[in-house]
């Protein structure tokens, strides 16, 4: 058994949390999303201060509600790429200095594999290989897991990610930042056959279309002229559920075409819009059709938290992965190059 603290300062959130393997024994996620909703996005030096400011409050935090010390603490770990560059050297450096303090290893960690590992804190007993479905802000990806640090990209966006997708058109509709969890909201009480929507296809030169690849820039073109078309005041709550049910269903095809392609048998999902209640339904129904399984976190471990971050860690560390302490962060980082961020013992 492993006991990681982690630090995650990728984006807008201040994390730290205690796990030990699968368990999570502490979660502190200090959001900055009130700060940023007045500029619409996110400001990536207006977030690095933030991070500095939430930083020793949610390790201090992080322990005591843990009720444990620096002696239970096996591993450091810090979410080192990809991200808000100013960002992650802020949860880095504070890791890096936690380490050399209290003599600890310290464990890089790519955000992404987080993403991937935070199923495995509801789900104790899943293993690799399966199929992660990864759709947050930055990123939409059809992972292939085949094991610890071993990954295979099989699909990926050509343009927005799914969670920005959702961003644009609430800013479209005038519903503020984040957009995703306030389309949900909407789209509760819209119809989701209001308005037909082109779901995005990445047309292939030799004919047919991409079966993987995700395309939302059609998506989000056919949402800013049925806006103009329509005009004040907007059929909101439909437009919400037009948008959201295509962009579920966009997902759920691909994903189950590539795990029904692979032979895959299981399915995880992970990233800020494994939280959407239409992609949740739409994903778990057509899946059980088909005999797959399909896991999505609880909406806490959705969203970005240091838990996964310590979970995809500690088993890191368990086979030996740890980094040097010249380790630095990046903005860009395949996940299939993580093991870069290792010198494996
Ligand atoms: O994974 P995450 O917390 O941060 C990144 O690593 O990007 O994902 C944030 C994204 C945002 O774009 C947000 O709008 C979206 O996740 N999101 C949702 C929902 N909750 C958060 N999208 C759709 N439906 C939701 N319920
Ligand atoms: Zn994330």
Redesign the pocket.
Known sequence: MKTILAVET??D?TAVAIVKNRNVCSNVVASQIPIHQQYGGVVPEVASREHLVMINPCITQALAEAKLSWQDIDGIAATVAP?LVGALLVGLTAAKTLAMVHQKPLIGVH?LEG?IYATYLSEPELMPPFLCLL?????TSLIYVKDCGKYEMLGTTRDD????A??KV?RLLNLGY????V??RMAQTGNPQAFPLPEGRISLPAGGYHPYDTSFSGLKTAMLYLVQKLGQPLPVNDLAASF?ATVARSLTKKTLTCAKDYGIKTIAV????A???A?RQQLKAAAEAENIQVFFPP?KF???NAAMIACAAADHFQRGHISPLTLGVQSRLAITEVMKLYSVN
């Open positions: 990728s984006c959130e991200g955000h993403h759709v947050s802000g930055g990123h990610a799914a969670g920005e959702f961003d609430a984040p957009g995703g969890p389309i949900d959201q992970g990233g800020g819009v939280a959407n209640s992609l909406l959705c969203t970005d």
